[in-house]
């Protein structure tokens, strides 16, 4: 069974730090790995999709990784702001689209 | 395009009750998910359906059951309510033809007292 682990549950850091986020899977047979973006109270705002064929996505200051072999990925956020802090979730799915969720990371970006 | 729609946000219900989560997507896609999320904890998969009159059980599916009549919605079922069942309830949509991302609903809060 796929067994999905987030580490570290919780992270403050300072506005404009760089930070990196990181998950591991314990099945490598993945289809891809997504990372979610959620607000409290708030659903998933899916941030960046990595195919099981690709090593790295990135959009605008946010770039994942996937080392599937080792059953890793890392998300990086550069120059942090304010506006970043949510809790972030990645994900990795199997057959029929299946996703197994960490528990996620809490971040907090102080003004 | 309203995306994925979850009525209701939010509910209270009583050991023993019954009731019935709404989702509903406008996107055309294929296959829809139930998720519950307990405080602190990820997102598990109760059932999902690869189409209409297609479902099929998740990680965590006792005490709960679907139905897919159509391709817009996907209702997900309580008989019993139990405490145990107390969580936030995410609906998801996807189009694994056009791409492998999820599109989630806003969530129902749900507590069994």
């Known amino acids: 069974k796929q067994e999905v682990t987030q580490i570290p549950a919780a992270l403050s850091v300072p506005e404009g730090e760089n930070l990196v986020l990181n998950c591991s899977f314990t099945?490598?047979?993945?289809?891809?790995l997504q990372w979610f973006r959620q607000d409290p109270g708030k659903g998933l705002t899916s941030l960046l999709l990595?195919?099981?064929?690709?090593r790295e996505q990135t959009s605008g200051r946010l770039n994942a990784s996937l080392d599937k072999s080792s059953g890793r990925s890392t998300l990086y956020i550069a120059a942090s702001q304010p506006g970043d802090s949510a809790t972030y979730l990645c994900?990795?799915?199997?057959?029929?689209?299946?996703?197994?969720f960490g528990s996620g990371t809490k971040l907090n970006v102080k003004p | 395009n309203a995306g994925v729609t979850q009525t209701p946000k939010f509910r209270i219900l009583k050991i023993g009750q019954s009731m019935t989560l709404q989702c509903a997507q406008d996107?055309?896609?294929?296959?829809m998910y139930w998720y519950r999320q307990d405080p602190g904890m990820g997102l598990k998969l109760i059932y999902y359906?690869?189409?209409?009159?297609?479902?099929d059980k998740g990680e965590v599916p006792n005490g709960y059951n679907v139905s897919r009549s159509t391709t817009e919605d996907f209702p997900l079922r309580l008989e019993l309510a139990a405490p145990s069942q107390t969580s936030v309830y995410f609906c998801?949509?996807?189009?694994?033809?056009?791409?492998?991302?999820?599109?989630f609903g806003p969530g129902t809060r749900l507590t069994v007292l």
């Open positions: 998801a949509s996807s189009d694994p033809t056009a791409s492998d991302t999820q599109y």
């Open positions: 099945d490598s047979a993945i289809y891809n």
């Open positions: 990595i195919q099981s064929s690709q």
């Open positions: 994900a990795v799915d199997g057959p029929f689209n299946k996703f197994y």
């Open positions: 996107m055309n896609h294929n296959y």
């Open positions: 359906s690869v189409g209409a009159g297609i479902t």
